[in-house]
C-alpha cells in the first residue's frame, strides 16, 4: 500500500492513517521531489514541468520496493500522478485511493472546479510575490479543521520548509494543470474520498470523476477541510477499507 503526499506536504502526514492498514499491507510513503525529506538536487524544472514526471517516478519506486500490484493512495495533486500511473502501467495497480482529487482546477463551462482562471492566476502572483506569507495565510484554509489549530500550524511549517522556487513551480504545474481527458483512461478501481465542506476539490469535482473514472466509489466524509487524512482519520480509514474489502474480495 503506497502513501503519496499533496502538494506542499510531506510523507509524515500519514501517519495518522498509514497505521491502520500496517498489519495488512507492508506500507510504504515517501516525499516527492522537491518535497519534505527528498534529494533537492534531483529537481529538473523540465522533468517536473507536468505531473507525468511525478508519475514516472512513482513506477520507478514501484519497481523498486514493490513485489505485486499495488494499492495507491493519494492526496490532492498526487491523486492525478497516481491515475496517470495506471494508466501507464496498469499491471502494476489493483486499487486507487483518491483523497480530494481534482482533474482540473479551474471552471469551464458546465464543468466547476472550484476557481476561476482569474483566481488562479491571482493565487499564483500572490505566490510569487510572498511565498511565506502566502503560506501562513492559506494552509489554515487549506486545512480546515476548525477547532484543531495544531494541524492547521502543522501545514503551514511544512509549506514553509519546502524551497519556495520548487513550491511555487509545483503549485503552478497543479493548478494549471487540466487532467480531464485522461481520466476515462484510468480503470483501475478508485476510491473518490471527499469532504462535504473542502474549498480546494469541491463536490461537484467529485460528482464529475464519479461519472467519468471507470469502476469508482464516491464516498464524502462529513468533515471541513482538504486533509481527512489528518482531521478524520477515523472516517477515512473505515470508507477504505470498506471499498477494499469490496474490491479485493
Not at 534529494?39 to 513485489?67: M, Q
Request: aromatic residues 8%.
Amino acid at each position: 500500500m503506497v502513501f503519496a503526499h499533496g502538494f506542499g506536504c510531506d510523507q509524515t502526514m500519514w501517519r495518522f492513517l498509514a497505521p491502520a492498514f500496517a498489519e495488512r499491507f507492508r506500507t510504504i510513503s515517501f516525499d516527492l521531489v522537491g518535497s519534505g525529506k527528498s534529494d533537492v538536487s534531483a529537481y529538473d524544472p523540465d522533468k517536473y514541468g507536468t505531473l507525468h514526471g511525478y508519475a514516472d517516478d512513482l513506477l520507478e519506486i514501484l519497481d523498486e520496493f514493490a513485489t505485486g500490484p499495488v494499492v495507491f493512495v493519494g492526496h490532492s495533486v498526487s491523486t492525478m500522478i497516481g491515475m496517470l500511473a495506471t494508466i501507464k502501467a496498469l499491471e502494476r495497480f489493483t486499487a486507487q485511493v483518491m483523497v480530494g482529487p481534482s482533474p482540473c482546477y479551474i471552471n469551464d463551462g458546465d464543468y466547476i472546479g472550484g476557481f476561476s482562471r482569474s483566481d488562479i492566476d491571482e493565487l499564483l502572483e500572490t505566490m510569487d510575490a510572498n511565498y511565506l506569507g502566502w503560506s501562513s495565510s492559506m494552509a489554515p484554509v487549506i486545512m480546515g479543521a476548525p477547532g484543531r489549530s495544531e494541524l492547521s500550524e502543522e501545514l503551514t511549517e511544512s509549506f514553509c520548509r519546502n524551497d519556495p522556487k520548487i513550491a511555487k513551480h509545483l503549485a503552478r504545474v497543479t493548478f494549471l494543470s487540466d487532467h480531464r481527458a485522461d481520466v476515462p483512461h484510468s480503470t483501475v478501481p478508485a476510491l473518490i474520498l471527499q469532504c462535504s465542506d473542502d474549498l480546494v476539490a469541491p463536490l461537484t469535482v467529485g460528482d464529475y470523476l464519479h461519472r467519468h473514472l471507470p469502476n469508482s466509489t464516491l464516498h464524502v466524509i462529513d468533515n471541513v477541510g482538504h486533509c481527512p487524512h489528518m482531521s478524520a482519520p477515523n472516517e477515512s480509514s473505515r470508507a477504505i477499507e470498506a471499498f477494499l474489502a469490496h474490491t479485493l474480495r
